[in-house]
């Protein structure tokens, strides 16, 4: 019997989920009260036939929706204030998150920018900034993902980079969660193959790191566990056919998941592959999954037990850090991912630069064992020439 993959979720927020879902676009938008939204997208989606689509079948239920598509990966300061330009010019009431991580992410930084008198930077996620916003001018949001691996359509914050400083920042509010997902796996099955891989590993990377953050949250260590089961199973035949409609609907469900699950913690690998992507432009999913094994090896004695669980999860014979870090090894080089960092261009010159911005990383404090600088300056040494030891 074929798996039905179908479901209507309310946790960690609404979700319709299921092919061909996108068809319910303009009763999301009534639903949220939208009567003009902005649809927001990347830069390279802005021709594609679902963006047209998508804008068509609002316009002709009669909701006129804008486009603003000037998002670039690892989106800038500038490329928000840009899309806020649009939203208010236009008198826009809502936002249409729609895209991979960089288009969710710069979209739910415009839709929290919408009323505020405040710059964005004062709203990064430190303490309690994000009562610095005003709630009441926050636009509200509906995210259409078309990558599985952010999960930025579960989540209440946006990686944006600063641009003077090449720092990326997280902006968090409450009010970022959209209210409404849409996760048509249909919209993912035109990625390609290398795009499929970088992204579905960091999602993985979300589940394993959230796992292994220390701190009591078994919802978020189950949700993490059955993340990293799907992907171990579904990636692979996402990346060999990328129609396989079952596989593409397991790997969305597994990149909500984990961004459900870090709700517990980050660690190593994303406060490396912050800086990396600041500072070279690298592709974030593609970085984590270069860094993943050497942070691993770094974290090893507070893991193993940990590494254990993993295992008998995917069912690996010898249970145990070892076993689990060939296994990644193997997924990795199955899914034509390459081992060093200086491979996608990165300098190994800059390693002080990057080890001081990976310690006051927020993802930082998540992870299993404290990390020195000198520590981070290691790891990326390591992962800069390929060195696993
Ligand atoms: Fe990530």
Redesign the pocket.
């Known amino acids: 019997m074929t798996k039905k993959i179908v479901g209507n979720w309310s946790f960690p927020t609404s979700v319709r989920f299921g092919p061909g879902r996108i068809s319910e676009l303009p009763d999301a938008c009534k639903a949220t009260g939208m009567k003009k939204p902005l649809l927001i997208t990347d830069e390279g989606l802005k021709d594609l036939p679902m963006v047209r689509d998508a804008i068509a079948a609002n316009e002709a239920a009669g909701i006129p929706t804008g486009l603003f598509a000037g998002v670039k990966g690892n989106p800038t300061g500038k490329n928000v204030d840009d899309g806020l330009a649009v939203y208010r010019a236009g008198d826009h009431d809502g936002v249409i998150a729609f895209g991979g991580g960089s288009g969710l992410d710069a979209a739910k930084a415009v839709a929290l920018m919408a009323g505020q008198t405040r710059p964005m930077w004062d709203f990064e996620d430190i303490g309690d900034w994000w009562t610095r916003a005003d709630p009441d001018g926050i636009a509200p949001i509906i995210a259409v993902p078309t990558t599985s691996?952010?999960g930025s359509e579960v989540g209440r914050a946006s990686v944006i980079t600063k641009e003077d400083t090449h720092e990326k920042k997280i902006i968090f509010h409450p009010k970022m969660l959209p209210a409404i997902v849409i996760s048509d796996p249909e919209l993912t099955v035109g990625l390609p193959a290398h795009v499929t891989a970088a992204t579905g590993i960091?999602a993985f990377?979300?589940c394993f790191e959230a796992y292994c953050a220390p701190g009591y949250h078994p919802m978020a260590e189950g949700v993490a566990l059955e993340g990293m089961r799907l992907i171990a199973e579904a990636l692979p035949r996402a990346y060999d056919n990328g129609s396989d409609i079952e596989a593409r609907a397991d790997m969305l469900a597994a990149a909500s998941m984990g961004a459900t699950a870090f709700q517990k913690g980050l660690g190593g690998v994303?406060a490396l592959?912050h800086p990396v992507g600041a500072i070279f432009d690298t592709h974030?999913?593609l970085t984590?999954a270069i860094l993943l094994p050497y942070v691993m090896q770094a974290n090893r004695r507070a893991i193993e037990e940990k590494c254990e669980v993993v295992c008998r999860l995917l069912d690996l014979a010898s249970p145990g850090f070892d076993t689990l870090f060939e296994w990644v090894m193997a997924f990795r080089s199955r899914l034509g991912v390459v081992n060093t960092l200086a491979e996608i261009g990165v300098d190994v010159d800059r390693a002080d630069e990057v080890a001081v911005k990976a310690k006051g990383d927020p993802s930082d404090g998540g992870n299993p064992i404290e990390l020195s600088v000198a520590d981070y300056t290691a790891i990326f040494r390591r992962a800069c020439v390929g060195d696993l030891g």
């Open positions: 691996g952010t960091d990377v979300h994303h592959a974030h999913g984590n």
